[in-house]
């Protein structure tokens, strides 16, 4: 009987991440999935060379023994080309990258692992993992001492102790399976399992007929529960051709394998084409750069649900932050304080002088009993444009200040003396010539509350110290 795979790929960057490191493929014979790490270093770069070398194989002829083989063979050289590129680049250093391939052979299906990505087998609406982990907590739990359970949250559940490295000792495990029509296989990163509970998956893997929608529910759930890792899938049904619907023919390439190329185009038919245009998309080496040119379907768009979910988290985030720093920014203003305007007289104002929008940024703290007119021209500028205060300590020094100011300044002009300046020591007016005196002083009112002047500030010949009211 002549079986196929009937399969999507779906990858997100994630919550978290700037960038994918996961590679996935998905082909009428041949699912793939490798998740790189290295950051910046190259994980992307790790798991596009592993998914590169494998795509040729969708397009051959196997027979069952000969698959292992070749999945092998393609495997290493994969590895000894990261190797190389290590080696060639040392920036990159440090790079690698888990695997899980499966390649279909009529209905054998010759499985090759490495790494804690995870393979997952729905049979009879069972779902069973067909894989186990190459990590450190694995060994844990495979030596009892800790449970499954305690696996799932364990702090050093991130690491793993086989990969692809480009050591000439990376060697995945293999396993042959014999595959049933009507069998389903899930390769996910663990951008999925670590954050949707396995529950969960079994549900969306079991209840969801379309491998694209299946796809497309596991990675808005992995979204959904804040995933900061990149989150790859692929999904493959085992079909009966002669009695099933004809499956698709044009392979997908997600994640990182896919970066180099937009856009969806035929490929060609034929196997030797098939192969050499994959190899080249996937590389993102292909020598032509014009719409003529054969790529691979890259993944597919994004689903409506996935984007709302995406596009709702980083409103819920920008708000977040921008409700924390508008708060600080608030806060800030508020144990801030003026001296201003209000109704003629000088008041002392809590906040900054700004508005934003329709809020106000101040608030009057009290009103002063100093008329404004009062006061010399140059003091009734500045306090119409707002006068800027340390604290609101300062606040009452400068209006006992000002006091003393407007009371010099009423005192003149009831002499018929113009109104100058007794200058404190926070304003420097500009210097006035003051006539020496060639007479003795007029008397001093006895009870002057008028503190003396600095000494550089002169009254006027003709103006005593007059005797103010009680402060108010």
């Not at 290295?38 to 000969?66: K, M, P, Q, W, Y």
């Not at 340390?390 to 002499?415: I, K």
């Amino acid at each position: 009987m002549p079986f196929a795979f009937h399969y999507a790929a779906r990858s997100d960057v994630g919550m978290v991440r700037s960038n994918n490191e996961d590679s996935g493929y998905a082909g009428p014979h041949l699912l793939a999935m490798a998740d790189g790490m290295g950051g910046h270093a190259g994980g992307d770069v790790a798991s596009s060379t592993v998914i590169a070398a494998l795509v040729e194989l969708d397009g051959e002829s196997l027979s069952g023994r000969d698959a292992s083989t070749a999945l092998l063979e393609r495997i290493r050289r994969a590895n000894a080309e990261i190797g190389q590129r290590i080696h060639d680049e040392p920036a990159l250093d440090g790079m690698g990258t888990t695997l899980i391939a499966m390649l279909r052979t009529g209905e054998t299906i010759t499985l090759a692992h490495i790494g804690d990505s995870r393979a997952f087998l729905v049979r009879d609406g069972q779902v069973s993992q067909v894989t186990k982990d190459h990590s450190f907590v694995q060994n844990l739990v495979d030596e009892g001492r800790i449970t499954a359970d305690e696996a799932k949250t364990h702090p050093q559940r991130s690491l793993v102790t086989r990969v692809l490295t480009g050591a000439d000792d990376d060697e995945p495990d293999l396993v042959v399976r014999q595959g049933r029509a009507g069998d389903r296989y899930l390769i996910a990163s663990d951008g999925l399992t670590d954050y949707v509970a396995r529950e969960t998956v079994d549900e969306v893997l079991v209840q969801t007929a379309d491998p694209a929608e299946c796809a497309e529910r596991l990675v808005a759930l992995a979204l959904r529960a804040g995933a900061p890792d990149n989150v790859t899938v692929v999904v493959g049904d085992l079909v009966d051709m002669a009695r099933s619907a004809a499956p698709p023919t044009q392979p997908q390439v997600v994640g990182a394998a896919a970066a180099q190329r937009r856009g969806t185009r035929p490929i060609p038919t034929t196997p030797a084409a098939k192969a050499a245009a994959l190899t080249a998309a996937a590389t993102g080496d292909d020598g032509d750069d014009t719409d003529d040119a054969v790529a691979l379907a890259e993944e597919g768009p994004r689903s409506r649900r996935a984007t709302l979910l995406r596009v709702a988290a980083a409103l819920v985030v920008t708000a977040v932050v921008l409700a924390g720093g508008s708060y600080a920014a608030y806060a800030w203003t508020q144990q801030q304080y003026y001296l201003g305007a209000r109704d003629g007289v000088v008041t002392v104002y809590r906040g900054v002088d700004q508005t934003l929008g329709w809020l106000s940024l101040s608030s009057p703290e009290y009103a002063t009993t100093i008329a404004v007119d009062d006061l010399p021209p140059s003091y009734q500028q500045s306090i119409e444009s707002g006068i800027e205060v340390a604290d609101r300590a300062d606040a009452d020094s400068r209006v006992d200040e000002l006091r003393v100011q407007a009371a010099a300044c009423r005192y003149a002009r009831s002499q018929g003396d113009p109104c100058r300046t007794v200058a404190p020591t926070w304003v420097e007016p500009t210097p006035t010539p003051t006539p020496t005196p060639t007479g003795s002083p007029s008397p001093t009112p006895t009870g002057s509350g008028l503190p003396t002047p600095t000494a550089s500030a002169t009254l006027p010949k003709n103006v005593t110290t007059p005797t103010l009211p009680p402060p108010s």
